[in-house]
T-cell receptor, first 114, second 115 residues
Framework: GNSVTQMEGPVTLSEEAFLTINCTYT??????LFWYVQYPGEGLQLLLK?????DKGSNKGFEATYRKETTSFHLEKGSVQVSDSAVYFC?????????????FGQGTTLQVKP | DTAVSQTPKYLVTQMGNDKSIKCEQN?????MYWYKQDSKKFLKIMFS???????INETVPNRFSPKSPDKAHLNLHINSLELGDSAVYFC??????????????FGEGSWLTVV
């Protein structure tokens, strides 16, 4: 079945460091790919998304490119801030059948230290 | 003007009790969901409704029963609560499904603790 795998956390970085959170997926067909962020005590918010191969999603300095050849959607940011500390979820739309549900990876906790 | 609101935010209850979580969205979306997040932060879909019709019903115990009185509301009722039901339950909504890249909007979650 369709699935998403993210790198294990927690990821601990100093402020202004470069961030990469790896995400790979297994899917039939052509899913849409998403990154969601969950700040402490809050719900999930969409960070960015891409709907077809080679699309790049970007928001708030974060970027991710839909790579069909490597089935990846890695999240990057050039310079992280303390306020970026959160749990990041990679997800894909399961387009098998007619329901198109969202399947999440296990989440990666990011801790940014001043 | 919260887009997806759910109540209560925190709920502590004893084993065997019956409880409900309510959800409302003011985005005009036609699809609503319940997701469960366990203690390891893993998120899994439980149910989805499209225009008040159940379209996704994952492997969830019969003790969990969703109800959608209209497109803007999706409630979750849980009977005979067990310790393992302790989790965060997220309501969410979207216009259409995510298969075409439609964004799912989440509520802030309901923290359920069964003691």
């Amino acid at each position: 079945g369709n699935s998403v795998t993210q790198m294990e956390g927690p990821v601990t970085l100093s402020e202004e460091a470069f961030l990469t959170i790896n995400c790979t997926y297994t899917a039939t067909g052509y899913p849409s790919l998403f990154w969601y962020v969950q700040y402490p005590g809050e719900g999930l918010q969409l960070l960015l998304k891409a709907t077809k191969a080679d699309d790049k999603g970007s928001n708030k300095g974060f970027e991710a490119t839909y790579r069909k050849e490597t089935t990846s959607f890695h999240l990057e940011k050039g310079s992280v801030q303390v306020s970026d500390s959160a749990v990041y979820f990679c997800a894909l739309s399961d387009n098998s059948g007619n329901t198109g549900k969202l399947i999440f990876g296990q989440g990666t906790t990011l801790q940014v230290k001043p | 003007d919260t887009a997806v609101s759910q109540t209560p935010k925190y709920l502590v209850t004893q084993m065997g009790n019956d409880k409900s979580i309510k959800c409302e969205q003011n985005l005009g979306h036609d699809t609503m969901y319940w997701y469960k997040q366990d203690s390891k932060k893993f998120l899994k879909i439980m149910f989805s409704y499209n225009n008040k019709e159940l379209i996704i019903n994952e492997t969830v115990p019969n003790r969990f029963s969703p109800k959608s009185p209209d497109k803007a509301h999706l409630n979750l009722h849980i009977n005979s609560l067990e310790l393992g039901d302790s989790a965060v339950y997220f309501c969410a909504s979207s216009q259409g499904t995510p298969r075409s890249g439609n964004t799912i909007y989440f509520g802030e979650g309901s923290w359920l603790t069964v003691v």
